[in-house]
Structure formats: C-alpha cells, structure tokens
C-alpha cells in the first residue's frame, strides 16, 4: 500500500523518528521468527502416529514407513535443512535497518545541533570608545569566558562604531552556543555626554557644591534628544528632567533651566485654578455630597 511504501522509503532515508524505528525492528525480528520457526519444526510420524521428531533430530533421509509433516507449513515430500536464502533475506532485512536506525540517530543529533546554535548561552555590556576597541580588558577576560571570537568583535565593533570616534558607545554582545555573537549598540551614557559638553573627563564628585561647568538649555534639550530612546520617559520634557538630574549629581549647572521649568509645568495660583469652579469638578471623594 502507499503508506508501507512511504514508511519504507523514509526509513531508507533516515526520516523516521526513533520510535518508528524500534517498532520496523521488532516487526522485523517477528517476521524472521516465523520465516524460521516453520522450517525448524518438521516432524515424521510412524504409520502409528507415536514417534515425532525435530528435524535436528534425524538424518536427511527419511526411513521407509515414515511421513513428513510440517507443523505451521503444507505438508513436505523431503526432509533437508532450512533454506539458505530465508537466513539471507533475514540478515539483510537486519543490516538494513540497522544502517537506517544509524542514520535516524544522526540525522536527530544534526538536527539538536542546529537548536542548540541559535540558544543564547550569555551576554556582556561594555562602554568603549567608539572605534579604538582592542582586546585588551575589559574586552578579553569578558568575552573569553564565553570563547567568542575576541578578533572578530574588535573589528566588527571599529567598523559599526567608526562615524562615532570621540564618544563612548555601549554595546550588548549576546553570545550564541556556536560562539557566535550579535552587537546591539547603546547611545552613549548620560554622564558622558555632560561631561564631553563642559569640556571635562569627569565629573566634580561634590553635587550641588561644586560647578565643574554650564551648559545651555537647548544643549539639554540636544542631549535628551539622543537619550531619549534609551530611556523610560516617551516624550522629550521629561527626558530633558532626566538628563538635568545627571547634570546636578555632575556639578554642572544649566543656565536657563528654572525659567524653562516654569514655563512648562506652570503651577496654579489655586485649587479652583487648577479644577475650576464647583463642587463636581473636585476629585473624589472632595465632590461627593
């Protein structure tokens, strides 16, 4: 039938799962038993019916007054061994499935092979300066202990990073289990870029203290603008809050800033102000009677 034929042809091409396979070979080994049992079982009666042999038993000529029986088979003229053919045909029956089993368990084990490379096993975040990494630390003992390719990233991470020299990009490098890996850059940290805007390495250490420099509001608004995809706000007046609240732990003041604050979120000069007039328009539960 087709679906034998189909079976049969995904065993030869190893396609068929483990499962499949253990049943073919017990079904196999059924077949063998009775392609054998039948053979081994010819027995010889005397004309009284007393006497029944095993063929192993007897000699390949049959006495006189004897006749031959086949139990589980039609009736024999002749008492020779079991075919020669039928122990092949079984062997080869064997070897084959033995080879498709083989071949099942290898194609399975390519197949777990490919899972496991695109399993992520780790991942490591580095701040360096765009387009002079090196294998030096932090980059060597962070990508080692992973067995990623050390090389590869420092050219790879040059190359994406090259139009940025002069800022730190952060970059995520998340290993696979072949030791592959993928770069996710990061804009550059706050911090820094306050402190490239001032013109210092960092920052005074002391804050609300000690001013290190100024900056403008619309450099504030510049840098949240850059942030602003990194960060949890979506629009960019509390992101420019954000990026003010480095500028303070940095001593960098922003000229301008409390005007702009002003302007922005205006307080009202009163309750009514801010609800309007009556009583329904107060929150719950002021409005309730």
Known sequence: SRSTWTTLQCVFEGRVDMCSLKSIVVFVAALAALAVWPCSFVGYLNPDGTALHQRADISRQLPAGQTGVCLRGGNTAGAGP?????????????????????????????????????????SVKLNLQAGKATPAPPVGPALGQFGANIAFFVKEYNAMTADKAGNIVPVIVHVMSDRSFTLELKTPPTAALVHKAVGKEKGSGKAGTEI??????????????????????????????????????????????????????????????????????????????
């Not at 122990?87 to 089993?101: S, Y």
């Not at 609240?245 to 800033?257: H, L, M």
Request: net charge neutral; with cysteine.
């Open 82 to 122: 079991a075919p020669v053919g039928g122990f092949v045909a079984v062997f080869a029956l064997g070897a084959v499935t033995c080879a498709a089993v083989r071949r099942g368990r290898s194609a399975q084990h390519g197949l777990r092979t490919i899972r496991r490379a695109l399993t992520e096993i780790g």
């Open 212 to 289: 290190i420099g100024k900056i403008s509001i619309d450099k504030l608004r510049e840098i949240a603008e850059l942030k602003l995809e990194d960060l949890t706000c979506s629009d960019i007046t509390r992101a420019m809050k954000v990026v003010h609240g480095t500028c303070v732990a940095s001593g960098v003041e922003v000229e301008g800033y409390d005007e702009w604050l002003q302007s922005v979120f205006k307080s009202p000069e009163s309750i009514l102000d801010r609800y309007g007039p009556g009583k329904a328009n107060l929150p719950a539960p002021f409005n309730e009677e």
